[in-house]
């Protein structure tokens, strides 16, 4: 049995629009938190996703072995396939613009903000993200199936193992979660193992960005 409607979140999405980020983000969450009190996780970082050849980054707040909601975009484009999956995806664009396209279809369909989007089981649909957008994704469908889609060009293609192992972890700890909302008996095993995922995901956050060394700062030695 679903956790969320998908009709609800798309509500809440519809209630940030037009918000200067990251503000737009925060109230999102703050309506869906609303209708599902003590279910999402604020806490967790923003990290990449790079699958089908898209590359964005992406913030979850609620995951299980069936079911999760995210933000997800990129403020420089993108584009790339969807996957075909055994899960539902249900997305409402919050800022920018994306384009897609099915099989047969020979002109794109834009979707701006406060437009939805959905890709079913066994669809398939290719993306372009034009200059940048963001959304509201909620799928849901047995999801660790979609995992090796969402991890195999980031072990293979760009060797970015940093990011497969935070999605892994984040992952973990969301799942745990959530089974320990559902089933109090097993928090004695789920808790400590979403403690452990959740500093494994902080201890793997990336330094903040170093900034090139101005040329004055740098001393040059020749030798003899």
């Known amino acids: 049995m679903a956790r969320f409607d998908p009709d609800i ?22 309506a869906l938190a609303k209708h599902y009190p003590n279910v999402l996780d604020f806490s967790q ?11 964005i980054q992406m913030k979850l707040y609620y995951a299980s072995m069936t079911e999760y909601i995210m933000i997800w975009g990129t403020p420089i484009g993108s584009e790339g396939h969807s996957g075909r999956h055994f899960s539902g995806f249900w997305d409402t664009v ?16 834009i979707f701006k903000p406060g437009d939805r989007i959905y890709v079913g089981p ?33 072990i293979f293609v760009c060797c970015d193992l940093l990011t497969v192992a935070q999605t892994i972890s984040l992952y973990t700890d969301l799942t745990a979660q ?13 808790k400590p193992i979403s403690y452990l995922a959740h500093k494994m995901t902080k201890a793997l956050e990336p330094a903040p960005e170093v900034k090139e ?12």
């Open 9 to 30: 979140v798309h509500k809440c999405a519809m209630e940030c629009l037009g918000l200067p980020k990251p503000q737009m983000f925060d109230a999102f969450a703050n």
């Open 45 to 55: 970082p923003w990290i990449y996703s790079i699958a089908g050849g898209a590359m």
């Open 94 to 109: 919050i800022d920018g613009e994306t384009w897609y396209y099915a099989e047969g279809q020979f002109e794109k369909t």
């Open 122 to 154: 066994g669809q398939a649909r290719a993306m372009n993200f034009t200059t940048g957008v963001w959304a509201v994704e909620y799928a849901h469908g047995f999801l660790p199936i979609s995992m090796p889609f969402g991890t195999i060009e980031e």
């Open 178 to 190: 959530s089974i320990g909302h559902r089933l109090g008996p097993f928090k004695p095993v789920t």
């Open 213 to 224: 060394i101005p040329k004055k700062n740098i001393r040059w030695f020749k030798k003899g």
